[in-house]
C-alpha cells in the first residue's frame, strides 16, 4: 500500500515561516505529481502548491503567490512547502497527496493525515 505522510505544522506568528514536508512510498510506487492542500474552519479545501514531476510544472493559488514554495526530491517522492511571510489567513490543516495523472486529469488518490498550521496574529 501507499504511506503519504506530511509534517512540519505548528504555532508561528504573523511574518513568520514553516516548513512542510512530505513523503509518499510504497513499493514500487511513483507519482505523477505532488502537492498541498489546505482547509480552514468553515471553508472548502483548497489546494496550495502543486508540482507535476515529469514537466516540472507548478501551481500555486494566487493567495501564496511569492510567499509559498515547493520543491521536491522526484526520486523519493516528496516534497517540500517553504511558507514565508505567513498571515493569519493561512491558518488550515495542510494536506499532502501524491497523485496519478489519467489522461488529462490528475486524481489524487492518496493523502496523509494533515498537519495543523496555526498562525496568530
Known amino acids: 500500500q501507499v504511506r503519504v505522510v506530511e509534517s512540519g505544522g505548528g504555532l508561528v506568528q504573523a511574518g513568520g515561516s514553516l516548513r512542510l514536508s512530505c513523503a509518499a512510498s510504497?513499493?514500487?510506487?511513483?507519482?505523477?505529481?505532488m502537492g498541498w492542500f489546505r482547509q480552514a474552519p468553515g471553508k472548502e479545501r483548497e489546494p496550495v502548491a502543486l508540482m507535476w514531476w515529469t514537466s516540472a510544472n507548478t501551481y500555486y493559488a494566487d493567495s501564496v503567490k511569492g510567499r509559498f514554495t515547493i520543491s521536491g526530491d522526484n526520486a523519493k517522492n516528496t516534497v517540500y512547502l517553504q511558507m514565508n511571510s505567513l498571515k493569519s489567513e493561512d491558518t488550515a490543516v495542510y494536506s499532502c497527496?501524491?497523485?496519478?495523472?489519467?489522461?488529462?486529469?490528475?486524481?489524487?488518490?492518496?493523502w496523509g493525515q494533515g498537519t495543523q498550521v496555526t498562525v496568530s496574529s
Open positions: 497527496a501524491a497523485g496519478l495523472v489519467r489522461g488529462i486529469r490528475t486524481d489524487w488518490d492518496y
Open positions: 510504497g513499493r514500487t510506487f511513483s507519482s505523477s505529481a
